[in-house]
């Protein structure tokens, strides 16, 4: 222990005058194969404009591979995003054991993980949540514009609606999309994690589907949003403009958490966050 606080001294000592972190997020888009469906393009083509992107294909080894071919470990990331629509299951490449070992592994060490319309399924598919089996449905999009979440007493404060009026339902799309999507209705029980929103349609609330939810894994943390609220190709309307910054603050609040992030304050000092944690 005091040959981490000297080592934290050194460190603060050498980064007096840069007080200010630039904290770079890493996402890691997940892929079953190497062409995305529109809504999956879509989005990884925002993330890519706004964070430290990466796609990476998953195979049935559980082994990530970029655009080159090459293996990359997970921890190179600060947030692994799995998002789907395509079908009414997921590739397969992400149901083998090896590929569920890999993520679960991942974020018991203090990875984060954000699971977007079908792949909500996945807290289910890799045990993290017991309470049932999440719906599948579709459409993914949904016109008019009557399809958001309503903050929860938990999700009010949440750092993901930094910027939002919680006191009102947020709405998150305004156009019609084909694809599959995923949610917590007819679960029986309250999902295992903290319901940060509910359902809200033309105005009202509706509990039952559950869809924005926070989970604590180990040192790690997973957030989903199911239902209908990832129409990434809805780039024109205010709903669609929420939806992204809904999923900004989502993907700096999981990078700002993990183990996995790397920082540079001003490009002269560069380390790991995740050392600094482990070191306090």
């Given at each position: ?199 809200t349609r033309g105005g009202g609330a509706g509990g039952g589907e559950r869809p924005f939810v926070e989970y604590e894994v180990g040192d790690g943390k997973i957030i989903t949003l199911g239902h209908h609220n990832g129409v990434f190709t809805d780039a024109k309307s205010k709903e669609g403009d929420n939806l992204r910054k809904l999923t900004a603050n989502i993907l700096n609040y999981l990078g700002e958490n993990s183990a996995f992030l790397a920082v540079e304050p ?15």
């Amino acid at each position: 222990m005091k040959k981490s606080m000297i080592f934290l001294a050194m460190l603060f000592s050498a980064s007096v005058n840069l007080p200010i972190y630039a904290a770079n997020v890493t996402v890691g888009v997940l892929a079953g194969n190497n062409k995305l469906g529109d809504v999956e393009e879509a989005a990884y083509d925002w993330a890519s404009d706004n964070f430290q992107t990466t796609q990476l294909l998953v195979d049935k080894s559980g082994k990530f591979k970029n655009a080159g071919g090459t293996a990359v470990p997970p921890e190179q990331f600060a947030v692994l995003w799995l998002f789907y629509t395509e079908t009414d299951t997921l590739p397969d490449a992400f149901l083998a054991d090896a590929t569920k070992d890999v993520v679960s592994d991942y974020v018991e060490a203090g990875g984060t993980l954000f699971l977007s319309a079908l792949a909500l399924r996945y807290v289910a598919e890799i045990g993290i949540e017991k309470g049932g089996d999440p719906r599948v449905f579709m459409p993914l999009g949904k016109d008019p514009p009557e399809i958001g979440v309503v903050p929860t007493a938990d999700g009010k404060n949440h750092p993901v609606f930094e910027g939002f009026d919680t006191a009102k339902p947020v709405f998150l799309t305004s156009m019609a999309q084909d694809g599959f999507t995923s949610d917590f209705f007819n679960f029986g029980a309250d999902p295992g994690g903290v319901i940060l929103g509910t359902k809200t349609r033309g105005g009202g609330a509706g509990g039952g589907e559950r869809p924005f939810v926070e989970y604590e894994v180990g040192d790690g943390k997973i957030i989903t949003l199911g239902h209908h609220n990832g129409v990434f190709t809805d780039a024109k309307s205010k709903e669609g403009d929420n939806l992204r910054k809904l999923t900004a603050n989502i993907l700096n609040y999981l990078g700002e958490n993990s183990a996995f992030l790397a920082v540079e304050p001003e490009g002269k000092l560069a380390t790991t966050w995740g050392v600094l944690k482990a070191l306090r």
